[in-house]
């Protein structure tokens, strides 16, 4: 029930900060430490290589994802968008592992590469929000979410759920592999709670953002280095999907190969800068779309920020930025929707979990 809630992706959009608590509590032992079940530990361990396959956000928290368990387990990790999968199956590794990221554990192009993989003997591991789904049964294990059921069509909580999920695999692994480089993910997470729900205090702010930026805009671009750039992917789909404007997300340095032509007078650009190793570059790009008539509206992280800057950020750890920079963008396409009168969870032309191929 959304009780009070004007809509459900506003309700669950507020629930993020709770869902991180509900995580922490799911996958902490009876010592205390983040834990996961052995035989994942394992399949992870004897793997060369990791192939997560996923479609729209949650591809979108598997690109997150990889970074985490590159970065803290160092094995090599592939993405891949289901649909593509089965006519470009990429060549395999001896010992491949396969990670599947649905929220509704149901989405057809999703499984239609879980039976293909299982038919080549090769092992799954499915992260869902959604227990006795058909993903989580027919693979060889499951990571469940603790998100709660997700209503509107446009995912917001099941997103940060499953890249606070994909943070666990790779810590509580990494440790197992003997590679703990004191990096408390519990603490962390705490913090990004917090963070979360000051963020979620502040929704006047994202709502004058989407008042001024958006209301009758015809396009919008999101550009973002690193980890920035992965949420800029997942913020052009929350606002595509809900207010019909055509967004993009763009690496920052990929602008000038061509994209930049579209920057016309006026054009809103939102700039991610929560890196402090290409904070500078991408303030160069954005200084770039300036020039060419764009509006920008740069959100940045506190300690990188600077006068330029429309909203800065809680200061999180640096890996776990994407769970905190995506909830403004979530609030900004929320806005931008309900200004132009559309339908917020219920977009046209969508549904919740699509089960065609
Ligand atoms: O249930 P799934 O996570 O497998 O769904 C995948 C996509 O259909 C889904 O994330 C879709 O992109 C959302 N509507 C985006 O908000």
Redo the contacts with the bound molecule.
Sequence with gaps: EKGTYPHYMLKEIDEQPLVMRKIIQAYQNEKGDLDIAEDIIEAVKECDRIYIV???????AGLVGKQFIENMAKIPVEVHV?SEFSYNMPLLSEKPLFIF???????A??RAVLVQVKEMGYKALTI??VPGST?SREANFTMLLHAGPEIA????K??TA?IAVLAILANVTAQSRGLNDGFDLIHELGIIANAMETLCDSKEEFEKIASEFLPFTRNCFFIGRSFDYFVCLEGA??LK?ISYIQAEGFAGGELKHGTIALIEDGTPVIALATQENVNWSIRGNVKEVVARGANPCIISMAGLETNDDRFVLPAVNELLTPLISVIPLQLIAYYASLHRGCDVDKPRN?A???TVE
Aim: proline letters at 0%; hydrophobic letters at 30%; aromatic letters at 6%.
């Design positions: 996923a479609c729209g956000t949650s591809y979108h289901a990221i649905s929220q509704s554990g149901e989405t192009d999703s869902t929000n993903l069509v446009a995912s917001t099941a997103y499953q789909l929350k999907e969508l919740k979990s699509v």
